[in-house]
């Protein structure tokens, strides 16, 4: 996996492309404003104006073009929607010469593509903030709306410290490695269960547990479904086949199957345990339907955290730069 973009010149704009690109107290103080925009839509409008905020995306969506459009909106600005099959970065233009375009007219850009090459290489020349609202390798706006969530419902930010976060399916995606870093980052202990041959890489674990050492989390990584479900707070799954990964449907199914989340697996966890999924879900493949409509998921209240934790992230990293 690349390494994170450095930001060092004065005035140079803070981009989020992994969860390790916040420190502890930075990723506190985005959850806290989250926690204050979902008290109040209105908290702050960093975007008055407006200004344009560019959201690119190569891959499909819902959610994150949802939240990222109305939550622009939300913060005074002008949500400006590029089709990436149109815009076709990389391939009709460079990624440079796409960026420089782009940062003339827009605040911050926001892009949902394949590789994290990709991204990095327009983090490295962008004058505004760049925001990685999914990669093949990370989804870390999704995961400070899962630390939101499980903020919202353990009584608070300082609560997030110290929760126990399983994670199981496909260890080696985009969800997986970004519970790793953002999860150590807050301080949670991680378990992340899948098949072998569908495990984090292991720089992946070795960065998280480096930051774990520092926030008081643990990492850990195996393939037993039931020792890492067992006396969890959180228990978080997402789809076995990711968006790039279709040509493997067929093979990523039998070895998945001790991973589903189903009740006897969930009745591993704590009794409070709340269960977490990213969606779209696919009911009797990664988890049952009576355990995503069941009372301890709350995956509706994690699809809307997006809104107020990428707020939360834009205001930010507009303060920042
Ligand atoms: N791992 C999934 C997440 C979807 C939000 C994917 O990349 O398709």
């Known amino acids: 996996m690349a390494s994170t973009v450095k930001t060092s010149t004065v005035n140079a704009p803070r981009h989020f492309l992994r969860d390790d690109e916040l420190s502890p107290a930075e990723q506190r103080e985005v959850l806290d404003l989250g926690l204050a925009f979902r008290s109040n839509r209105q908290h702050r409008q960093p975007l008055a104006g407006p200004q344009a905020v560019a959201f690119i995306t190569d891959k499909p969506t819902l959610r994150t073009q949802v939240s990222f459009l109305t939550g622009i909106a939300e913060l005074g600005g002008f949500p400006l929607m ?6 076709q970065i990389g391939v ?4 440079a010469d796409t960026t420089r375009v782009l940062d003339r007219q827009v605040s911050a850009i926001v892009w949902r593509t394949y590789g994290d090459d990709r991204i990095q290489a327009m983090a490295e020349v962008s004058r505004v903030p760049v ?34 976060l399983t994670y199981l399916g496909d260890g080696a995606n985009n969800m997986a490695n970004s519970y790793l870093l953002g999860g150590a980052t807050a301080g949670l202990h991680v378990r992340i269960a899948g098949p072998a041959g569908y495990q984090p890489e292991p720089s992946i674990v070795e960065q998280a547990a480096v930051i774990a050492s520092t926030t008081g989390g643990s990492v850990t990584v195996t393939d037993d479904p039931q020792a890492a479900v067992t006396g969890a707070d959180v228990v978080a799954t997402d789809t076995w086949v990711s968006m790039g990964d ?21 009745a591993h966890a704590k009794p409070d345990a709340i269960v977490l999924h990213c969606l779209p879900a696919y009911r009797g493949k990664e988890i049952t339907a009576e355990v995503i409509d069941g009372p301890q998921s709350v995956v509706f209240d994690e699809a809307e955290n997006r809104l107020h934790a990428q707020k939360a992230l834009l205001t930010w990293l507009l303060s920042e730069g």
């Open 131 to 164: 925001v990685n609202a999914l990669t093949d390798g990370f989804h870390p706006c999704q995961i400070l709306a899962d630390l939101l969530t499980v903020a919202q419902h353990r009584g608070g930010v300082e609560a997030l410290a110290g929760q126990t």
């Open 246 to 266: 279709e040509a493997e449907a067929a093979e990523r199914q039998s070895p998945f199957v001790p991973f589903r989340l189903d009740a006897a697996l969930l």
């Open 92 to 95: 009709r233009e460079s990624i």
């Open 82 to 87: 590029v089709d990436g099959s149109l815009a």
